[in-house]
């Protein structure tokens, strides 16, 4: 089965087969859905290699995300993929476990694999030698949810939701509100929401507030617990992820507790999971899968102009609190 056979099946000349296939923004969607319905009626499947011989494109997105356990990442790689699939683009995910010299590592795997560019979330791009190396050879590559003035980033504005919901919760009657945080040191979006906590709190006339930083996760159930089994236990928790605010649910249930009636929790990333929990997870939003097709359009936008991208190409997406039923007013 050739190139040509496809294109007498679809009605279009052999370039726009070869265009569909190589450079499918420059089809328009009608007739690239009709050349792929030809090539999947007949069986065609284009050469890989002969195409990135041609193009010097491997058109792989490499990309780097610290877990799939977490379900804010696999909803952003569901993102990643469907963006990337839509322009023609295979992805290869590589996963650091939050260690930065897994981060490093798999840089170097993905330049070495000769990808046209890479999505990436790390702990620090302040110190990642992950980046510095992406800088080196000149590849493009968007970071998802990391913040940061030098590189381009999709993210939302963590720093600020946070303190917004400190408000809210201040406004609710509020007054001995802790934040459960994982490891600061491995997690600048941790470090994000925390400095939005603490701002929050001062504007709020609530001093610094209290910070529980859990460094496992195996071990956050029990760490939580002990801390509403306190003489003078917080009336509320701000968690800096969903998974800390489900694992804050349980620790209450096990220190004899009811959520929302005798403590408050709220989390951060808005996965679906947590519409599904009884109380129904009271969370701020954000649009992962959108993350990561804005992310990948962005990308592919550097890939295309042959070169990295700037950091003002970076945007900020809107997020949302969804008011859930695990947060409710301070008990008189």
């Given at each position: ?13 052999v ?15 009608a007739?690239?859905a009709?050349v ?6 007949l069986?065609?499947v284009p050469?890989?290699s002969?195409?990135?011989?041609r ?8 990309v ?7 379900p804010v ?12 699939a839509?322009?023609g683009y ?20 993905l ?7 890479m ?5 620090n791009?302040a110190?990642?030698?992950?980046l510095q190396?992406?800088a ?5 590559y ?5 913040r940061?003035?030098?590189h381009p980033c999709?993210?939302?504005d963590g720093?600020q939701?946070?303190a917004?919901?400190v ?32 701002r929050g709190?001062a ?11 859990v ?10 617990a ?35 009636r ?7 990333d ?8 009884t ?8 649009p992962?899968?959108e993350?990561g ?19 003002s190409?970076s945007l ?10 695990s947060?409710?007013a301070?008990?008189?």
């Open positions: 089965m050739s190139i040509q056979d496809v294109a007498r099946a679809a009605g279009v000349s370039a726009t087969v070869s265009r569909v296939f190589n450079l499918p923004d420059k089809v328009t969607p007739t690239r009709q792929e319905q030809a090539a999947t009626t069986g065609y050469n890989a002969a195409r990135s011989l193009t010097q494109r491997s058109r792989v997105i490499g780097v995300l610290p877990t799939l356990l977490n990442f696999a909803e952003c790689l569901e993102g990643i993929a469907g963006a990337a839509s322009a295979a992805i290869l995910p590589i996963t650091t476990d939050y260690r930065i010299a897994h981060e490093d590592r798999a840089v170097g795997q330049l070495a694999g000769n990808v046209d560019g999505v990436l979330v790390v702990s791009p110190t990642s030698t992950g190396r992406l080196a050879a000149g590849q493009p968007v970071l998802a949810y990391n940061h003035a030098d999709v993210s939302v720093e939701a946070v917004d919901l408000a809210h919760l201040a406004r609710q009657g509020h007054r001995r509100i802790t934040m459960v945080s994982g490891q600061l040191a491995a997690s600048d979006r941790a470090q994000q929401r925390c400095r939005g906590f603490r709190m504007a709020a006339g609530l001093g610094d507030g209290a910070l529980l930083e460094p496992f996760v195996e071990t956050a159930v029990q760490e939580i002990a801390l509403l089994r306190a003489g003078t236990r917080p009336t509320a928790l701000v968690c800096s992820n969903d998974l800390l605010a489900i694992r804050s649910i349980r620790a209450a249930a096990l220190a004899g507790l009811s959520v929302p005798d403590v408050s929790v709220a989390g951060f808005g996965i679906a999971l947590g519409e599904d929990l109380p129904v997870l009271s969370t701020i939003a954000q992962n899968a993350i097709r804005r992310s990948v359009g962005l990308l592919l936008q550097a890939i295309d102009g042959g070169a990295a991208l700037a950091p190409a900020t997406l809107a997020h949302q609190f969804r008011a859930g039923e947060c409710a301070a008990a008189a």
